[in-house]
């Protein structure tokens, strides 16, 4: 994001980002046909060395018994199926640290103007907020889809999902390797679905991507992250392993590996 970013109004920002994030939708299709979509989590969209990538928290697929392959975006303005051709592997997924709790694919390249087109936005992780400006933030912003704002009309083949915008203060780490934001205010009762949300700080004036959600605390009021640089590292590192040949994306646009 950059300083036009603060110029717009309340309502063209929160469009915006409900171009950016996303509600997970887990893909049954191979095992019900009429009741083939269903899920909780939240997922959103990087653009890296002009790359785009979904994100999300590995635990969003692991606590529903879903795979990689059946994680499913849906665009406001075009009924357009998200083609993956890279996915990062991480050697520990079994049991993942709370920092490695993620799931990163890779958007076909040829559907890029499709995709943007249809209203998909992404955020620039290249210039993501680190650790160290975080003591600099004026404030820090997260978005996500609460469980309790999710409804799935079969019948008609409608899914209902409710864009949360909450706001945090930094606070002591809870967890290690992560970071933690006190949300103030207004906050849904239960944070179950907000695994994956996007976290957003301004920093001098810039609205930066600063983090995943991964872990929270009902009673605590508190959400924990994964830190924006550490995301930005493994998008490097699949670029870099891309670019030396260790790893080979999938032409069908099915799912292939990367370890980061």
């Not at 969003?60 to 990689?68: P, R, T």
């Given at each position: 994001?950059?300083?036009?970013?603060?110029?717009?109004?309340?309502?063209?920002?929160?469009?915006?980002?409900?171009?950016?994030?996303?509600?997970?939708?887990?893909?049954?299709?191979?095992?019900?046909?009429?009741?083939?979509?269903?899920?909780?989590?939240?997922?959103?969209?990087?653009?890296?060395?002009?790359?785009?990538?979904?994100?999300?928290?590995?635990?969003?697929?692991?606590?529903?018994?879903?795979?990689?392959?059946?994680?499913?975006?849906?665009?406001?303005?075009?009924?357009?199926?998200?083609?993956?051709?890279?996915?990062?592997?991480?050697?520990?997924?079994?049991?993942?640290?709370?920092?490695?709790?993620?799931?990163?694919?890779?958007?076909?390249?040829?559907?890029?103007?499709?995709?943007?087109?249809?209203?998909?936005?992404?955020?620039?992780?290249?210039?993501?907020?680190?650790?160290?400006?975080?003591?600099?933030?004026?404030?820090?912003?997260?978005?996500?889809y609460p469980e309790a704002g999710r409804?799935?009309?079969?019948?008609?083949?409608v899914l209902g999902a409710q864009l949360?915008?909450?706001?945090?203060?930094?606070?002591?780490?809870?967890?290690?390797?992560?970071?933690?934001?006190?949300?103030?205010?207004?906050?849904?009762?239960?944070?179950?679905?907000?695994?994956?949300?996007?976290?957003?700080?301004?920093?001098?004036?810039?609205?930066?991507?600063?983090?995943?959600?991964?872990?929270?605390?009902?009673?605590?009021?508190?959400?924990?992250?994964?830190?924006?640089?550490?995301?930005?590292?493994?998008?490097?590192?699949?670029?870099?392993?891309?670019?030396?040949?260790?790893?080979?994306?999938?032409?069908?646009?099915?799912?292939?590996?990367?370890?980061?």
């Amino acid at each position: 994001m950059t300083d036009s970013d603060q110029y717009m109004s309340e309502n063209e920002f929160r469009d915006m980002m409900l171009g950016q994030v996303h509600p997970v939708i887990l893909s049954s299709e191979h095992l019900d046909e009429h009741y083939s979509h269903g899920g909780i989590g939240t997922a959103f969209v990087l653009e890296y060395c002009g790359e785009l990538f979904v994100v999300t928290a590995l635990h969003v697929l692991k606590n529903q018994f879903a795979a990689h392959d059946e994680l499913r975006i849906l665009l406001r303005n075009a009924p357009l199926s998200i083609l993956f051709d890279l996915r990062a592997v991480f050697r520990d997924e079994s049991d993942p640290d709370p920092d490695s709790d993620l799931v990163i694919l890779r958007i076909v390249k040829s559907q890029h103007t499709e995709l943007y087109a249809a209203g998909l936005v992404s955020l620039n992780a290249a210039e993501c907020a680190f650790i160290e400006d975080y003591s600099r933030a004026e404030s820090f912003d997260v978005f996500g889809y609460p469980e309790a704002g999710r409804s799935y009309d079969y019948e008609a083949n409608v899914l209902g999902a409710q864009l949360h915008w909450l706001k945090g203060e930094l606070t002591a780490p809870a967890v290690q390797g992560l970071c933690t934001l006190q949300i103030r205010g207004h906050r849904p009762n239960d944070f179950n679905g907000m695994s994956g949300s996007v976290v957003i700080a301004d920093v001098d004036g810039l609205m930066r991507f600063a983090g995943l959600v991964t872990l929270a605390s009902n009673e605590r009021g508190i959400l924990n992250f994964i830190p924006a640089e550490k995301i930005t590292h493994h998008l490097d590192e699949m670029i870099r392993m891309e670019l030396a040949e260790i790893i080979v994306p999938d032409d069908s646009g099915s799912v292939d590996e990367g370890r980061p």
